[in-house]
C-alpha cells in the first residue's frame, strides 16, 4: 500500500526505514538547509521558552530524531554490506515508501497520506494532521524525562539536602557534624557520574526501542558502554567541553547590574522581556548543542547494538522493534550477516585508541566529575533554589529560560 | 543638597533646625591631657634609656619594640573610647538602614536617633579595589585603598599585609597604650584577619600593633599552658610543639614569639575557666563576638576596638535567611554593646561608636537572593553610623563619603594623626 518514493526521492542520499510508532514505512531524505533552519529554528524558540510544556516536545522531538538517526544508521551499513555481498533484496529494499524529512515534525504528523491516515476521518483527521507530530513529542518526552529524572533524582536529592542542611549546619557553626553535609555532596557527585555513565546511552535504548521502558535496559546499554568506552570518553568530554560555554551563559544573568546598569531601573515586564530575548540567544547554543550530543549517543549506540551483535548473546539484547527491523532488512543470518564484513586493519587510529580503552571509565568519571562541578560553580555563582540541583538543560528538562 | 557656601546640608530625623558643621574636632583639644613638661622629661627620659642599649624586636615595621622605654615619651590616653563595628559580611542599604525593609531594627529605629547617619557612603571603584571582606577591613582601618592580593598567592585567599598604617598603629604610637587595649574581635572562620593587626610601613609595624581576641587564640594560648603543665607523652608534647610553632609562626613578619601580656593571659585563662576548652560551650558565630567584645570591655577596657562581625556573608551559599538571620544577630550583637557600653562607668557617656559596614551586596533585579557581592554598584554601596559624645544627634548627612573617611575621622576623634590616610575627616558628625 505504499506509493511508490517521488523521483525527488531518489536523487537524495535514500534510507529507507520504518517508523514504528507509525506503523508505516517511508523513505527518508535528508533535510535541506531551509528545513534544518525552520526546525532548529523552532526547537531554539521552544528550549528558551517560558513555558514548560514546550522543552516537554523539545525532549520528545529529540528522542525521534535520535531514533531515526540510529535506523539510518543501520541502514546505511545494510546498504554498505549489499553492495559487497551477493544478497538479493528483500520487502525491504531501499527505495519504496513515501519520501520524508530524516527531522521528525515539531507539531504536524509526519504520516500526511500514508496508510494510518487512511484509517482517521473528518476533524480526527484534520486535528492528526496537524498536532500528530505534537502529540508524538510529547509522549515521547514525557517518557524520556521520566526516565531521566528518576535516574538523577537521587544525585539531586542529595545535592540538595548537602547544600542547604550543610551550610545551614555551617552557619549555626555545628562543628560536631561539619562532616555531613560535604560528605553528602560527594555521595550525590558520586551517584550523579554513575547515573550519568549511563543516562545518554538510555536515552538512545529508549529512542531506538521505542518504549519508555527501553531505558532501565541496564544489560543492553551496559553492553553498548563496553564496546564503545572510546566513544563514551569522547561524550562525556563533549558534554565537560561544551558545558563550561552553557555555564558562563546560564550564570551571566546573575550578574546583570555589573554590565548593564540600565537593567535596574527597568520595570518587571520589561527585564522579563529582556530576560526571554537573552534566553534566546542561549538556546541558540544550548539547542544546536544538545542535539550534537544526542545524536553523538544515538550513533555510539548504534555502533555499540551492532558490534554487540556479532555474537548470539549480543542479539538477544536487542529490543523486539530493534530485531524487527533487522529481521525485515536483513533477514539472511539475521543481524550477523550485517558485522562478519571484510577486518580492517585499526590503523593509526586503533594504535592511538585501544590504550585509551583501559583508562577509559576513569576518563569518563573525570569528565562527568567535571560537569558536576560545573553545577556546583553555576549554583554558587548564580543560585536557582532547588531546581538548580534538579535540573540540567542538558540531562533532564531542555528548558534555558530561568526567572527568579 | 548643599547649602550656597557648597558645605552639605544636613537634615535631621526629628525635623529640628539645621547647623552648619563645626570644623573643629572636639577631642583634638584632649589630645591626652599631658602638659609639656611631663612630654619633654618623659622624653628625656626614654632617650636616656635607650642609650643604654634597650632591646629591640625586630620586624619590617622597623618599629622599636623598646615599648616601655618609648612608652615613656607617649602622652597617656585620656579621650573617648571609638567601638568601631564592621557590619560585615556584606550587608546592603536595604536590609540595614532602609526604613522600610531594614532588618536590623536596633540600628535603624534607635541608633540612628542617637547619632549622625552617612547612608551614602561607598566604596570607590578605582582600579583593584575591590568589594572583599579584607579589603574592605583594611580600607576602613588603614584610609586608604589598596590594590590588595593574597601573600601566599592563594585563589579567594585574604591574607593581606596593609603598607599603610593601621588605626591601632597611629593610636598606640601616639598614646601610652598596652597592646590588650587595642583589639581586634576576629572570627573562626577568617584566620587571615587575624593578621591585620598592624602593616608593614616603615614608621610603623609590629611594635605598635594591636592585640586579637579570637578562638585561634585561645587555641594558641591553651596549647601553651598545656606544655607548661606537661604531663604529656613525649610524642603527644611533640605534636602539641609543631602545632603551637606553626600557630605562631603564620605571620611570616614576626621572628620571635613574644609571650602574651599578663592580661591577655588572665582573660584567656578566664575563658577557659568559664566556658572550657573544647571551643563547643561557648557561643559560636556573632554571637561570639559580641561575648568576646562584651568581656574585654569588662575585663581589658580597650580604647579602641574594632569587631568583625561576618555571618551574614553566608548568603554566598543561598540559604536567603542566613543573610536575614545575620543581619537580626549583628543588630543584637550591636544592642547588647551599646546597652553595656551605657551602663557601664568607664565607658558610659565616653565611647564612641562607628558602625559601618565592609562592603555592600549585589542587588541583582534578576537574582532572588542577593549571593554575591562583587562587579556591581550595590557591592559598592555602604553607610556609616557615628554615635557618641562629641557626635551629632539625630543627623542624616545625605552626601557622598568614602569607607576610608572612618580612619581619618576616628583619628579625629581620638586626638592623634593619621598622616597616611587618604580620606577626609567626616565633620559633618561632629555636634
Given at each position: 500500500m505504499n506509493p511508490a518514493p517521488t523521483a525527488a526521492c531518489r536523487e537524495h542520499d535514500l534510507n529507507t526505514v520504518t517508523d514504528e510508532e507509525a506503523g508505516w514505512e517511508a523513505t527518508f531524505r535528508s533535510a535541506g538547509p531551509a528545513e534544518v533552519l525552520m526546525k532548529m529554528g523552532l526547537g531554539i524558540v521552544f528550549s528558551a521558552s517560558a513555558l514548560p510544556i514546550l522543552p516537554v516536545l523539545v525532549m520528545g522531538w529529540l528522542t525521534r530524531l535520535m531514533r531515526r538517526r540510529i535506523r539510518v544508521y543501520?541502514?546505511?551499513?545494510?546498504?554498505?554490506?549489499?553492495?559487497?555481498?551477493?544478497?538479493?533484496?528483500?520487502?525491504?529494499?531501499?527505495?519504496?515508501?513515501?519520501?520524508?524529512?530524516?527531522?521528525?515534525?515539531?507539531?504536524?504528523?509526519?504520516?500526511?497520506?500514508?496508510?494510518?491516515?487512511?484509517?482517521?476521518?473528518?476533524?480526527?483527521?484534520?486535528?492528526?494532521?496537524?498536532?500528530?507530530?505534537?502529540?508524538?513529542?510529547?509522549?515521547?518526552?514525557?517518557?524520556?524525562?521520566?526516565?531521566?529524572?528518576?535516574?538523577?533524582?537521587?544525585?539531586?536529592?542529595?545535592?540538595?539536602?548537602?547544600?542547604?542542611?550543610?551550610?545551614?549546619?555551617?552557619?549555626?557553626?555545628?562543628?560536631?557534624?561539619?562532616?555531613?553535609?560535604?560528605?553528602?555532596?560527594?555521595?550525590?557527585?558520586?551517584?550523579?557520574?554513575?547515573?550519568?555513565?549511563?543516562?545518554?546511552?538510555?536515552?538512545?535504548?529508549?529512542?531506538?526501542?521505542?518504549?519508555?521502558?527501553?531505558?532501565?535496559?541496564?544489560?543492553?546499554?551496559?553492553?553498548?558502554?563496553?564496546?564503545?568506552?572510546?566513544?563514551?570518553?569522547?561524550?562525556?568530554?563533549?558534554?565537560?567541553?561544551?558545558?563550561?560555554?552553557?555555564?558562563v551563559l546560564l550564570v551571566l544573568p546573575g550578574f546583570i547590574e555589573g554590565f548593564y546598569p540600565a537593567a535596574t531601573e527597568m520595570s518587571r515586564p520589561e527585564l522579563r522581556a529582556l530576560t526571554r530575548r537573552y534566553y534566546l540567544g542561549v538556546a541558540a547554543f544550548g539547542f544546536p548543542c544538545l542535539m550534537m550530543l544526542k545524536l553523538l549517543a544515538a550513533r555510539i549506540y548504534a555502533q555499540g547494538m551492532l558490534t554487540l551483535s556479532r555474537e548470539e548473546a549480543g542479539r538477544?539484547?536487542?529490543?523486539?522493534?530493534?530485531?524487527?527491523?533487522?529481521?525485515?532488512?536483513?533477514?539472511?543470518?539475521?543481524?550477523?550477516?550485517?558485522?562478519?564484513?571484510?577486518?580492517?586493519?585499526?590503523?593509526?587510529?586503533?594504535?592511538?585508541?585501544?590504550?585509551?580503552?583501559?583508562?577509559?571509565?576513569?576518563?569518563?568519571?573525570?569528565?562527568?566529575?567535571?560537569?558536576?562541578?560545573?553545577?556546583?560553580?553555576?549554583?554558587?555563582?548564580?543560585?536557582?533554589?532547588?531546581?538548580?540541583?534538579?535540573?540540567?538543560?542538558?540531562i533532564q528538562l531542555p528548558r534555558f529560560f530561568y526567572w527568579p | 543638597m548643599d547649602d550656597r557656601s557648597g558645605r552639605a546640608t544636613e537634615r535631621r530625623e526629628d525635623g529640628g533646625k539645621l547647623k552648619a558643621p563645626r570644623t573643629s574636632v572636639g577631642w583634638e583639644r584632649r589630645d591626652g591631657g599631658v602638659s609639656r613638661r611631663q612630654f619633654l622629661r618623659d622624653s628625656l627620659a626614654g632617650l636616656g634609656t635607650l642609650s643604654l642599649g634597650g632591646g629591640f624586636l625586630a620586624?619590617?615595621?622597623?618599629?622599636?619594640?623598646?615599648?616601655?622605654?618609648?612608652?615613656?615619651?607617649?602622652?597617656?590616653?585620656?579621650?573617648?573610647?571609638?567601638?568601631?563595628?564592621?557590619?560585615?559580611?556584606?550587608?546592603?542599604?536595604?536590609?540595614?538602614?532602609?526604613?522600610?525593609?531594614?532588618?536590623?531594627?536596633?540600628?535603624?529605629?534607635?541608633?540612628?536617633?542617637?547619632?549622625?547617619?552617612?547612608?551614602?557612603?561607598?566604596?570607590?571603584?578605582?582600579?583593584?579595589?575591590?568589594?572583599?571582606?579584607?579589603?574592605?577591613?583594611?580600607?576602613?582601618?588603614?584610609?586608604?585603598?589598596?590594590?590588595?592580593?593574597?601573600?601566599?598567592?592563594?585563589?579567594?585567599?585574604?591574607?593581606f599585609e596593609p603598607v599603610a598604617p593601621t588605626l591601632f598603629e597611629y593610636l598606640r604610637k601616639s598614646f601610652a597604650i598596652p597592646e590588650h587595649q587595642a583589639l581586634i574581635i576576629n572570627g573562626e572562620d577568617r584566620i587571615d584577619e587575624e593578621f591585620y593587626a598592624f602593616s608593614n610601613h616603615h614608621l610603623f609595624g609590629v611594635g605598635y600593633r594591636s592585640n586579637v581576641l579570637s578562638l585561634y587564640r585561645f587555641k594558641t594560648h591553651l596549647l601553651r599552658r598545656r606544655l607548661e603543665q606537661g604531663g604529656q607523652s613525649a610524642e603527644e608534647r611533640r605534636r602539641m610543639k609543631a602545632e603551637l610553632g606553626k600557630m605562631e609562626s603564620?605571620?611570616?613578619?614576626?621572628?620571635?614569639?613574644?609571650?602574651?601580656?599578663?592580661?591577655?593571659?588572665?582573660?584567656?585563662?578566664?575563658?577557659?575557666?568559664?566556658?572550657?576548652?573544647?571551643?563547643?560551650?561557648?557561643?559560636?558565630?556573632?554571637?561570639?563576638l559580641t561575648e568576646l567584645a562584651l568581656r574585654a570591655m569588662r575585663q581589658l577596657h580597650p580604647r579602641l576596638m574594632m569587631i568583625h562581625y561576618q555571618d551574614c556573608d553566608y548568603v554566598h551559599w543561598g540559604n536567603l535567611n542566613h543573610y536575614t538571620r545575620g543581619i537580626q544577630i549583628m543588630d543584637q550583637g550591636i544592642r547588647q554593646i551599646v546597652e553595656f557600653a551605657?551602663?557601664?562607668?568607664?565607658?558610659?557617656?565616653?565611647?564612641?561608636?562607628?558602625?559601618?559596614?565592609?562592603?555592600?551586596r549585589d542587588a541583582s533585579p534578576l537574582r532572588a537572593v542577593p549571593c554575591q557581592h562583587h562587579f556591581t554598584r550595590a557591592s559598592r554601596e555602604i553607610f556609616a553610623l557615628l554615635l557618641g559624645p562629641g557626635i551629632g544627634r539625630g543627623k542624616v548627612v545625605d552626601r557622598h563619603a568614602e569607607q576610608i573617611d572612618i580612619a581619618p575621622t576616628v583619628a579625629a576623634i581620638m586626638g592623634f594623626n593619621s598622616a597616611h590616610t587618604e580620606g577626609r575627616v567626616l565633620e559633618e558628625a561632629f555636634a
Amino acid at each position: 500500500m505504499n506509493p511508490a518514493p517521488t523521483a525527488a526521492c531518489r536523487e537524495h542520499d535514500l534510507n529507507t526505514v520504518t517508523d514504528e510508532e507509525a506503523g508505516w514505512e517511508a523513505t527518508f531524505r535528508s533535510a535541506g538547509p531551509a528545513e534544518v533552519l525552520m526546525k532548529m529554528g523552532l526547537g531554539i524558540v521552544f528550549s528558551a521558552s517560558a513555558l514548560p510544556i514546550l522543552p516537554v516536545l523539545v525532549m520528545g522531538w529529540l528522542t525521534r530524531l535520535m531514533r531515526r538517526r540510529i535506523r539510518v544508521y543501520w541502514m546505511r551499513r545494510i546498504t554498505e554490506v549489499r553492495e559487497l555481498s551477493d544478497f538479493e533484496p528483500t520487502a525491504g529494499a531501499v527505495g519504496k515508501g513515501p519520501c520524508r524529512s530524516a527531522w521528525p515534525n515539531w507539531l504536524m504528523a509526519d504520516d500526511l497520506t500514508g496508510e494510518a491516515s487512511l484509517s482517521n476521518r473528518g476533524a480526527m483527521r484534520f486535528l492528526r494532521r496537524c498536532f500528530g507530530g505534537g502529540v508524538q513529542n510529547f509522549k515521547a518526552g514525557l517518557a524520556a524525562l521520566a526516565g531521566a529524572w528518576v535516574l538523577t533524582l537521587p544525585a539531586g536529592a542529595l545535592w540538595t539536602f548537602s547544600w542547604y542542611a550543610g551550610w545551614n549546619n555551617s552557619f549555626n557553626k555545628g562543628y560536631e557534624q561539619a562532616a555531613v553535609g560535604p560528605l553528602t555532596g560527594l555521595a550525590g557527585v558520586a551517584l550523579f557520574i554513575a547515573a550519568m555513565n549511563f543516562l545518554p546511552l538510555a536515552h538512545a535504548r529508549q529512542a531506538s526501542a521505542g518504549t519508555w521502558k527501553a531505558f532501565f535496559d541496564y544489560r543492553a546499554v551496559r553492553g553498548v558502554i563496553r564496546t564503545r568506552r572510546p566513544a563514551c570518553v569522547g561524550l562525556a568530554f563533549c558534554y565537560a567541553l561544551f558545558g563550561m560555554v552553557l555555564l558562563v551563559l546560564l550564570v551571566l544573568p546573575g550578574f546583570i547590574e555589573g554590565f548593564y546598569p540600565a537593567a535596574t531601573e527597568m520595570s518587571r515586564p520589561e527585564l522579563r522581556a529582556l530576560t526571554r530575548r537573552y534566553y534566546l540567544g542561549v538556546a541558540a547554543f544550548g539547542f544546536p548543542c544538545l542535539m550534537m550530543l544526542k545524536l553523538l549517543a544515538a550513533r555510539i549506540y548504534a555502533q555499540g547494538m551492532l558490534t554487540l551483535s556479532r555474537e548470539e548473546a549480543g542479539r538477544l539484547l536487542l529490543s523486539d522493534r530493534e530485531r524487527e527491523f533487522f529481521d525485515r532488512y536483513a533477514p539472511a543470518g539475521g543481524v550477523g550477516f550485517l558485522t562478519t564484513k571484510r577486518k580492517r586493519s585499526p590503523g593509526l587510529a586503533g594504535v592511538v585508541l585501544r590504550p585509551i580503552g583501559f583508562v577509559a571509565p576513569l576518563a569518563t568519571a573525570a569528565c562527568w566529575f567535571a560537569f558536576a562541578a560545573q553545577i556546583y560553580l553555576s549554583q554558587f555563582l548564580y543560585f536557582k533554589s532547588f531546581a538548580g540541583w534538579l535540573n540540567h538543560p542538558w540531562i533532564q528538562l531542555p528548558r534555558f529560560f530561568y526567572w527568579p | 543638597m548643599d547649602d550656597r557656601s557648597g558645605r552639605a546640608t544636613e537634615r535631621r530625623e526629628d525635623g529640628g533646625k539645621l547647623k552648619a558643621p563645626r570644623t573643629s574636632v572636639g577631642w583634638e583639644r584632649r589630645d591626652g591631657g599631658v602638659s609639656r613638661r611631663q612630654f619633654l622629661r618623659d622624653s628625656l627620659a626614654g632617650l636616656g634609656t635607650l642609650s643604654l642599649g634597650g632591646g629591640f624586636l625586630a620586624g619590617p615595621g622597623g618599629a622599636s619594640a623598646a615599648e616601655g622605654i618609648v612608652a615613656a615619651a607617649r602622652p597617656v590616653y585620656r579621650g573617648a573610647h571609638v567601638v568601631i563595628i564592621r557590619y560585615g559580611g556584606g550587608a546592603r542599604r536595604r536590609e540595614s538602614i532602609d526604613e522600610t525593609h531594614t532588618w536590623s531594627p536596633f540600628l535603624r529605629h534607635e541608633l540612628t536617633r542617637r547619632g549622625t547617619l552617612f547612608p551614602l557612603m561607598e566604596i570607590a571603584s578605582n582600579q583593584g579595589v575591590e568589594t572583599g571582606h579584607g579589603q574592605g577591613t583594611l580600607n576602613i582601618l588603614t584610609g586608604a585603598y589598596g590594590a590588595y592580593r593574597d601573600v601566599n598567592h592563594r585563589l579567594l585567599g585574604e591574607r593581606f599585609e596593609p603598607v599603610a598604617p593601621t588605626l591601632f598603629e597611629y593610636l598606640r604610637k601616639s598614646f601610652a597604650i598596652p597592646e590588650h587595649q587595642a583589639l581586634i574581635i576576629n572570627g573562626e572562620d577568617r584566620i587571615d584577619e587575624e593578621f591585620y593587626a598592624f602593616s608593614n610601613h616603615h614608621l610603623f609595624g609590629v611594635g605598635y600593633r594591636s592585640n586579637v581576641l579570637s578562638l585561634y587564640r585561645f587555641k594558641t594560648h591553651l596549647l601553651r599552658r598545656r606544655l607548661e603543665q606537661g604531663g604529656q607523652s613525649a610524642e603527644e608534647r611533640r605534636r602539641m610543639k609543631a602545632e603551637l610553632g606553626k600557630m605562631e609562626s603564620l605571620d611570616g613578619r614576626v621572628d620571635t614569639r613574644a609571650p602574651q601580656s599578663k592580661a591577655m593571659e588572665g582573660f584567656w585563662d578566664r575563658w577557659r575557666d568559664y566556658y572550657g576548652e573544647d571551643g563547643l560551650r561557648n557561643p559560636r558565630g556573632d554571637r561570639l563576638l559580641t561575648e568576646l567584645a562584651l568581656r574585654a570591655m569588662r575585663q581589658l577596657h580597650p580604647r579602641l576596638m574594632m569587631i568583625h562581625y561576618q555571618d551574614c556573608d553566608y548568603v554566598h551559599w543561598g540559604n536567603l535567611n542566613h543573610y536575614t538571620r545575620g543581619i537580626q544577630i549583628m543588630d543584637q550583637g550591636i544592642r547588647q554593646i551599646v546597652e553595656f557600653a551605657d551602663r557601664d562607668e568607664r565607658y558610659r557617656d565616653n565611647t564612641v561608636f562607628v558602625i559601618v559596614p565592609d562592603c555592600g551586596r549585589d542587588a541583582s533585579p534578576l537574582r532572588a537572593v542577593p549571593c554575591q557581592h562583587h562587579f556591581t554598584r550595590a557591592s559598592r554601596e555602604i553607610f556609616a553610623l557615628l554615635l557618641g559624645p562629641g557626635i551629632g544627634r539625630g543627623k542624616v548627612v545625605d552626601r557622598h563619603a568614602e569607607q576610608i573617611d572612618i580612619a581619618p575621622t576616628v583619628a579625629a576623634i581620638m586626638g592623634f594623626n593619621s598622616a597616611h590616610t587618604e580620606g577626609r575627616v567626616l565633620e559633618e558628625a561632629f555636634a
